[in-house]
């Protein structure tokens, strides 16, 4: 074999199966890194955990690859002409209900704080997606769960251009978050979402609809990590 069939043999064996674009003309894309991004730990979390399995070129697994994909190149690319699953020129998120938010704005907010947003009173935000950075929201989800945030499609109820599927998101809550100690359990939420396609098959409008109190019961069950500290620093009794 040339040198030249063993990288490309190479790459091929890298090429991750739910995600396209990965390695496409990859030292010519801005990685947020410095390089593309690995997988292998959250798609082993995804293969043991997931409940459907799509076949190759189903309707279903081509969604699924398909959000997989936006949802890499929104992590790790920093610039939008780099993308190849959006048209950025019109692509709007809408989470909930909520004022739609840009190809530009999506970006910079990261896709923690852009799904988390809310206008909930103060005394009702679990997490403050307003005072997070696109850095700061990641590190707390992969801290979070260290095996990564595995995601699914359960149900596609219409095919392009405007698409409406059903999905699954699961972790295991095996890190700390926000002050809380991990439980080692699952933490899962379904939601019901659209999406919009032009006749490239490039998203342009995503609209997603799910309860985030299914997240954060799970991610606050924990017990506070200063009460813990607190607890195992003084061993004695305190006087009455």
């Known amino acids: 074999m040339s040198t030249a069939e063993a990288a490309e043999a190479s ?40 409940t459907k399995e799509w076949p190759k070129g189903s309707l279903e697994g081509t969604v699924q690859n398909a959000i997989k994909s ?23 998120l809408i989470v909930n209900g909520r ?11 990261g896709s923690y704080n852009a799904l988390l947003k809310n206008s909930l009173p103060e005394e009702f935000k679990f997490y403050k997606a307003e005072e997070e950075s696109f850095e700061s929201s990641h590190e707390a989800f992969r ?7 595995a995601w699914e499609v359960l149900s596609v109820y219409s095919g392009p251009p405007l698409i409406a599927f059903k999905f699954r998101h699961w972790g295991f809550f ?25 006749e490239s098959l490039r998203a342009e409008d ?11 019961g799970g991610l606050l ?20």
């Open 70 to 92: 936006w949802e890499m190149e929104l992590t790790h690319k920093t610039r939008l002409q780099d993308f190849k699953s959006i048209n950025p020129d019109k692509f709007k």
């Open 143 to 149: 801290s979070a769960f260290p095996r990564g945030f």
């Open 206 to 216: 995503v609209e997603i609809y799910y309860d985030p109190a299914e997240l954060f």
């Open 221 to 240: 069950k924990g017990s506070s990590i200063e009460d813990s500290t607190a607890a195992q620093g003084c061993p004695f009794p305190k006087k009455t």
């Open 11 to 50: 790459t091929a064996a890298a090429r991750d199966k739910y995600r396209s674009f990965l390695h496409d003309e990859a030292e010519k894309i801005q990685w947020r890194h410095g390089r593309p991004p690995t997988y292998d730990t959250v798609n082993q979390l995804f293969e043991e955990g997931r």
């Open 174 to 198: 095996e890190g700390p978050f926000k002050g809380h100690a991990p439980t080692g359990e699952k933490v899962e939420f379904c939601g019901l979402g659209t999406l919009k396609v032009d």
């Open 99 to 109: 004022e739609g938010l840009s190809a530009e704005e999506t970006l910079k907010a």
